[in-house]
């Protein structure tokens, strides 16, 4: 029988792709399955984030629970992947004894030899190493779920933005070759994807090798996917202001593919917080890509990420942040507290902001950031909108379920034979996590007579 394969992803995208191929691996090596339930599980796997100090903590407390189902059955194999392996390697056995595996982000290709050793000699593996862009060659050819895929361009950050841990935990900027990528793309879509979110940390410092020596860069990469066959929308996660160059904002007006929403993390509003940050840019700067990409694409749907409370910030400084977020109006973003993350330059700096104004500045910022999400969703109300068909909703076997440009999730009648495509449908209602629509006759009839 089958062994039966349990993984746990905390943490973000990428870490939801590495997970997606930890499985593919070791389904091609071991024949191993998919289960939902911990118990029945022969190996367990946790993907573990340390972005943030509660992510972190997550980590004992889920092997813990583990620790139990391994008390009633000790050939079961207990490993830990993902950015907290990476940043304590061994400490993590030191601590949870019954792990077995501890490996990183770059080397969860070699899963099918850690198992195997583990298996044969009973010892406690770890392997937490760098080893470039092997990972990708060694893994198996990806296969499409559903209408939509990631496909990773980069790995890692070379960025050190003073309160980030992911240089650390993931290593140095290095890109894949931009055939590979296209290759893969390819693959998926000969599947039936129609959408691709191109991953990385910081997706446009990709600098990928091409076939006659020179290196492709982000835009060029852009106008390569949108030319592959059935890839009609095209998505980056994420994109760093310092490097946005005037060659991505041309290709928002170039790629009709590429969606009507760009995500860009500014972190803060104060000019001296981006310094002490060293995000290598200024508000100044932030404001006029911004301003480009609405000149280039009106109406487009922008979002970012914030930190409130990083050491130091002033009463005056957050409000920068507030009045930066009036002067661009963004959609659905996220907002975090500042959270000291060991071996980074800012864990250094003197934290004197109590919690309570911590939290109050980001209940604030909340507040307006839903307003304005709120706002742009009954904006949207009497659009018609191109959605992406992902499949029957959740909530009602009736009910089809997509993503407008916009990531909102839209539900509508319609046959269960149109996932996979796109349609037109009007909203007809805003709701606080999604929207309402009804589908176009006009839209369905295309898709039949194509
Ligand atoms: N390059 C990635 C960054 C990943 S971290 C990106 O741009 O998306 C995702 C977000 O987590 C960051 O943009 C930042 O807002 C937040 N974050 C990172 N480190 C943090 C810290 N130490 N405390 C609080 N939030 C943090
Ligand atoms: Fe982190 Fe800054 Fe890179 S937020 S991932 S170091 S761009």
Request: charged share 25%.
């Amino acid at each position: 029988m089958a062994k039966k394969l349990f993984i746990q992803t905390n943490g973000c995208q990428m870490n939801e792709y590495d997970s997606d191929k930890m499985r593919d691996v070791l389904q091609a090596s071991h024949g191993m399955e998919i289960t939902e339930i911990p118990e029945e599980a022969d190996v367990l796997l946790l993907n573990t984030c340390s972005i943030r100090e509660k992510a972190q903590e997550k980590v004992f407390s889920a092997v813990g629970r583990w620790r139990k189902i391994k008390n009633k059955r000790p050939n079961i194999i207990i490993g830990v992947g993902g950015c907290v392996a990476s940043q304590e390697g061994a400490a993590i056995q030191k601590r949870a004894p019954y792990v077995d595996i501890v490996f990183g982000p770059q080397t969860l290709h070699r899963l099918p030899e850690l198992l195997d050793e583990v298996r044969e000699t009973h010892n406690r593996v770890v392997d937490i190493s760098f080893p470039e862009i092997e990972k990708f060659d060694a893994l198996p050819e990806p296969r499409a779920e559903g209408p939509k895929a990631f496909v990773s361009i980069m790995e890692g950050c070379s960025k050190y933005c003073t309160f980030c841990v992911v240089p650390y935990t993931r290593g140095e900027e290095i890109s894949r070759p931009l055939k590979d990528v296209i290759a893969e793309i390819s693959v998926l879509a000969e599947q039936g994807v129609r959408e691709i979110n191109l991953l990385g940390q910081n997706v446009n410092a990709y600098r990928g090798e091409m076939d006659d020596e020179e290196t492709a860069d982000f835009s060029l990469l852009l106008h390569y996917v949108a030319a592959v066959d059935g890839i009609d929308r095209i998505r980056f996660t994420t994109s760093h202001p310092a490097e946005f160059t005037d060659e991505i904002i041309e290709a928002f007006a170039e790629i009709p593919e590429l969606v009507n929403h760009l995500h860009l993390p500014v972190q803060s509003g104060s000019n001296n917080i981006l310094t002490q940050m060293k995000r290598g840019y200024n508000r100044e700067q932030y404001l006029e890509i911004m301003n480009k990409v609405k000149a280039v694409r009106p109406g487009i749907s922008l979002s970012s990420d914030f930190i409130i409370g990083f050491p130091g910030e002033t009463e005056e400084e957050f409000e920068d942040t507030l009045s930066l977020i009036e002067q661009v109006g963004f959609d659905f973003s996220y907002s975090f507290i500042y959270s000291a993350r060991p071996g980074t330059p800012a864990a250094e700096l003197a934290d004197d902001i109590s919690e309570d104004v911590k939290k109050q500045r980001l209940s604030k910022l909340k507040a307006r950031l839903d307003q304005m999400t709120m706002d742009v969703s009954k904006s949207m109300v009497g659009t018609v909108q191109t959605v992406l068909v992902e499949g029957v909703s959740k909530k009602s076997p009736l009910q089809m379920t997509g993503r407008t440009e916009n990531n909102r999730v839209v539900n509508f009648t319609a046959h269960p034979r149109l996932a996979g495509q796109f349609v037109d449908v009007m909203i007809t209602e805003a709701l606080p996590n999604s929207l309402r629509g009804r589908l176009l006759d006009s839209s369905v009839d295309k898709i039949l007579n194509s």
